[in-house]
T-cell receptor, first 114, second 112 residues
Framework: EADIYQTPRYLVIGTGKKITLECSQT?????MYWYQQDPGMELHLIHY???????EKGDLSSESTVSRIRTEHFPLTLESARPSHTSQYLC?????????????FGDGTRLSIL | GEDVEQSLFLSVREGDSSVINCTYT??????LYWYKQEPGAGLQLLTY?????DMKQDQRLTVLLNKKDKHLSLRIADTQTGDSAIYFC????????????FGTGTKLQVIP
């Protein structure tokens, strides 16, 4: 069973604050991902990682940054939040390899910047 | 990147069958997935099909794959109000370092 956790679930915060969205998984997956999802439904990949000390930018440009110091942990940070960062952020993980590698998702963090 | 297209919206009556369609562009994809997203939640893996299969059935769910037309469909039999959600298809290219590409999502509304 998938075990991937995101905190907080909801965050309402003022402009200019530094924010860190947490994501942890207990499955030992090497690959981890961050997606941004707006009410228009489509998922946009903003960051991903192949393993410890690996971070890559995704298809959608984002002002956020990520780190991967431990396999199970992939936090996303916004140094200075702006209203344009208001969105839902989804974290996912998957196994490495060329076979069946479905992504397992957390329940997301809904972020509102005032 | 490759585009995976879906229709935006589908409305069906409770008890009817639902068919959600998806077209993909990477003919080398090995696995194709269907995910379900309920309001306020992440994506949940529903089912998958390997590219050498034409059909896979899992209880009320039937997946059809037409590799020639690069067309994937998900049929939900006896659709229930609990099936109301957004459904995403996704393709997984071969190799360990390729990224999964998600479709644009189809919102299924089930009318009681």
């Amino acid at each position: 069973e998938a075990d991937i956790y995101q905190t907080p679930r909801y965050l309402v915060i003022g402009t200019g604050k530094k924010i860190t969205l947490e994501c942890s998984q207990t499955m030992g997956h090497d690959k981890m991902y961050w997606y941004q999802q707006d009410p228009g439904m489509e998922l946009h990949l903003i960051h991903y990682s192949y393993g410890v000390n690996s971070t890559e930018k995704g298809d959608l440009s984002s002002e956020s940054t990520v780190s991967r110091i431990r396999t199970e942990h992939f936090p996303l940070t916004l140094e200075s939040a702006r209203p344009s960062h208001t969105s839902q952020y989804l974290c996912a993980s998957s196994e490495t390899g060329g076979g069946n590698q479905p992504q397992h998702f957390g329940d997301g963090t809904r972020l509102s910047i005032l | 990147g490759e585009d995976v297209e879906q229709s935006l919206f589908l409305s069906v009556r409770e008890g009817d069958s639902s068919v959600i369609n998806c077209t993909y562009t990477d003919s080398s994809s090995t696995y194709l997935y269907w995910y379900k997203q309920e309001p306020g939640a992440g994506l949940q893996l529903l089912t998958y099909i390997f590219s050498n299969m034409d059909m896979k059935q899992d209880q009320r769910l039937t997946v059809l794959l037409n590799k020639k037309d690069k067309h994937l469909s998900l049929r939900i039999a006896d659709t229930q109000t609990g099936d109301s959600a957004i459904y995403f298809c996704a393709e997984n290219p071969p190799g360990g370092y390729q990224k999964v590409t998600f479709g644009t999502g189809t919102k299924l509304q089930v009318i009681p």
